[in-house]
């Protein structure tokens, strides 16, 4: 069975880090670029940073650039979100997404989500 | 950055009917369109790629079409699990704001 499962969210003050797994299982993990989207509570789907099979294509999100960093280990059949400097905007549900098609760079569609790990950034 | 826009914001229809959903880019995305549907407390579901391309296990009612800036999604005959929101989005990430389709 395909699947993606997410961890390392939480409550965390503003200002501090955190760092998201994500565990891929069922698949190939080194033939797909992967993706983190997230979701505030209440509020719609916001893409946060997309990372292409071999880590050579990565893009972030003008909300997060510079504070976020995405890495996968293939070996590990693994992604991650490091978040540093963390903002009571960025509470939300964290979800990772794998592409559908490989196009080589970090580009694609979604057909596969996690069920996502709680982020709440508050003091 | 491309922005993606949706309209309408909500879709209030009956089951049985026709759905058509817009979604417009800020430039030009080819066909790199997706769109997704999502029901409360779920993760999203792949509906279509490439704009007009059913994903996997899709029903036929569901189609896209577009390309450019303009996409539209149709849903020929709305079931009752159809009343979700929908999401369009970019090949590169952004997503559009959403349309929710409810009961009439």
């Known amino acids: 069975e395909v699947q993606l499962v997410e961890s390392g969210g939480g409550l965390v003050q503003p200002g501090r880090s955190l760092r998201l797994s994500c565990a891929a299982s069922?698949?190939?993990?080194?033939?797909?670029?992967m993706h983190w989207v997230r979701q505030a509570p209440g509020k719609g789907l916001e893409w946060v940073s997309g990372?292409?099979?071999?880590?050579?294509?990565?893009g972030y999100a003008d909300s997060v650039k510079g504070r976020f960093t995405i890495s996968r280990d293939n070996a590990k059949n693994s992604l991650y979100l490091q978040m540093n400097s963390l903002r009571a905007e960025d509470t939300a549900l964290y979800y990772c997404?794998?592409?559908?098609?490989?196009?080589?760079?970090?580009?694609?569609?979604?057909?596969?989500w996690g069920q996502g790990t709680m982020v709440t950034v508050s003091s | 950055e491309i922005v993606l826009t949706q309209s309408p914001a909500t879709l209030s229809l009956s089951p049985g009917e026709r759905a058509t959903l817009s979604c417009r880019a800020s430039?030009?995305?080819?066909?790199?369109l997706a769109w997704y549907q999502q029901k409360p407390g779920q993760a999203p579901r792949l509906l279509i790629y490439?704009?007009?391309n059913r994903a996997t296990g899709i029903p036929a009612r569901f189609s896209g079409s577009g390309s450019g800036t303009d996409f539209t999604l149709t849903i020929s005959s709305l079931e009752p699990e159809d009343f979700a929101v929908y999401y369009c989005?970019?090949?590169?990430?952004?997503f559009g704001p959403g349309t929710k389709v409810d009961i009439k």
């Open positions: 989005q970019h090949f590169y990430g952004t």
């Open positions: 069922g698949f190939t993990f080194d033939d797909y670029a």
């Open positions: 430039q030009s995305v080819s066909s790199y």
């Open positions: 490439d704009a007009s």
């Open positions: 997404a794998k592409v559908s098609h490989d196009y080589g760079d970090y580009g694609g569609t979604f057909d596969i």
């Open positions: 990372i292409s099979w071999n880590s050579g294509s990565i």
